[in-house]
Structure formats: C-alpha cells, structure tokens
C-alpha cells in the first residue's frame, strides 16, 4: 500500500495567479474508438512497476536509492463517479532508466485509471484494468497521429482532455474516454466492468514517479524545463460534476522525499484544487 500521506498546507502553495482554461464544452455522444490505441502496452517494465506500486509490491524491490513519490489532488469516498481533466501530453519527453506517470487519475472503485506514463523513451496514455487482469488493457502512443487528434494547446503546451466515468452502477461500468478535437467528439479508450481491486477507496489525479539515483533522478534531467500540469479538473460528485476545490478535495503527497530526486522541483497549486502543476 501506499506511504502514510503527508498533507500540504493549500494557501502555501497558491504562489501562482489562478489561470482560467475552459476545457471542451461536452459535445455528441462517445462511441468512436480512440484512433491508434492497441491492447497492451510496448512499456512493460513500466506496466510492472506501476502493477507493484498500486496493488503494495513495490517495496519488495531492494534498491536502496529507488523511491516512488507523488503529489497531487486527492479524493475520498464512494460518492466520486468521474474525472474529467485537461492533461499535459510530450511527444519528445524521453524517460530512461525511471518511469512518470503524470498526470495519472482514478475515481474510487474504479475500474479504469487514465494514466500518461513515460518509461523506456516511450510516451503513451493508458487505460489502466483495475477489475479483470490488473494491467495495460489499452494504450496509445503520444505521436503525430495523437496530437494531430487528440492535443489542444494549454500553457504553451500539449495537453489532452480525457475523462473516466461510471456508466453503468448495477455492474459497476467505468468508459475512459478522450476528446476528439478533430472530429469534436468524445471517443472511447476502454470499458470495463466488475469490482476494484486497487485496495484504495480514494480518487486522484497526481504527479507520480517510480525513480532511483542519490541527488538527481533520470526523470528529473529528462523533464528539462516541461511543465507537467492537470488543469480543467472536475469530479463527478453524487451524480453532479463540479469544479475540484477545497472543499470537496485535498492536495497531498506521500513522500518523504523533499524534492523526489529533483533539485528546484517545483510543485504548485495554481488554481484550487482544479490547476496543478510541475516543473523545474
């Protein structure tokens, strides 16, 4: 399971102007597959850590300097059925030796996670199986194709706008989709029924890492100067989307890591709690 979380302090990281993105107003009914997305991923190093972080095996690993660390939004209780958030996506970010899920997010119970990993110099999003299997049932490669498709510009950079959501209770369905710029509509990544089997009854949508090293983690030198950010962040909560903020999430971590083998890693809140950000 994961570390005891620590919680940050919200008012002392509001060091950045909020900044308004209006995400996609929701559009025509999602049906399309996600252009390019294949069962399974090419990263299954990555694929087996991020298995070992989230079902508690992680700390079977005996590398002394290897840390798994995250930050981010965090929400508690059964009551959060969707997410919905604009994500930061590179296409030239190339991640060695560690491996970056960011951002990455689940809703409680859920069986789908969002996740964009970079581990191996591959960069992909996934539709993360929580229920049957455990692993990779769908990925896609962030490429040519995919921002031609599926990447609108925020901040400067890259992003996607995806989104998972239970739509069917009685079974307890969750459809992870992306927005379809392109064709202006939402497509379908993954579907996927039954019961969770994370052991977490929390949502999230953080910056996680799997890295190893003693003051500067390889990840850290490949994120250069990119701004990994989640903004446009909604929850689905008790059957009604609304804005995440103060009071229906919390902003936490569960590192004991000051600075997550990043020198000068920066981790702001810049609107609360629905704009984050991380960088150099």
């Known amino acids: 399971m994961r570390k005891t979380l620590i ?3 919200t008012a002392v ?6 900044t308004a993105i209006a995400a996609p107003a929701p559009m025509v009914a999602q049906g399309t597959a996600v252009a390019g997305a294949v069962d399974g991923t090419t990263q299954v190093t990555a694929a087996d850590r991020f298995r070992e972080i989230r079902t508690g095996q992680a700390g079977r690993r005996t590398e002394a300097t290897s840390i798994h660390d995250d930050w981010g939004v965090y929400t508690g ?3 959060v059925t969707g997410q919905d958030a604009v994500q930061a996506a590179y296409s030239d970010l190339n991640v060695s030796g560690d491996t970056l899920y960011a951002p990455t997010m689940k809703a ?4 789908v996670e969002l996740v964009t990993a970079y581990n191996g110099g591959a960069k992909q999003v996934w539709a993360w199986d929580w229920c049957v299997g455990v692993h990779v049932a769908k990925s896609v490669n962030i490429d040519s194709a995919f921002r031609a498709t599926y990447v609108t ?8 706008h995806g989104k998972v959501e239970q739509t069917d209770a ?3 369905t969750w459809t992870s989709s ?3 710029y392109q064709a202006n509509r939402w497509d379908t990544l993954y579907t996927q029924s039954g019961a969770d089997q ?3 009854n929390r949502s999230w949508n953080i910056f996680e890492i799997y890295a190893s090293g003693t003051t500067t983690a390889a990840y850290c030198t490949a994120l250069g100067t990119r701004n990994i950010e989640s903004s446009s962040y909604k929850i689905k909560l008790n059957g009604s989307w609304q804005a995440a903020n103060t009071g229906n999430t919390s902003v936490l971590s569960n590192s004991s890591t000051a600075n997550f083998l990043c020198p000068n890693l920066s981790r702001t809140v810049v609107h609360a709690n629905d704009q984050w950000q991380v960088h150099r």
């Open 7 to 9: 919680a940050l302090s």
């Open 178 to 180: 992306l927005f379809n």
């Open 170 to 172: 009685s079974r307890n």
């Open 77 to 79: 209780g059964s009551a």
């Open 198 to 200: 994370s052991r977490d």
């Open 108 to 111: 409680p119970g859920s069986c």
């Open 13 to 18: 990281l509001l060091g950045v102007p909020a």
């Open 153 to 160: 510009s925020v901040n400067g950079h890259d992003s996607y």
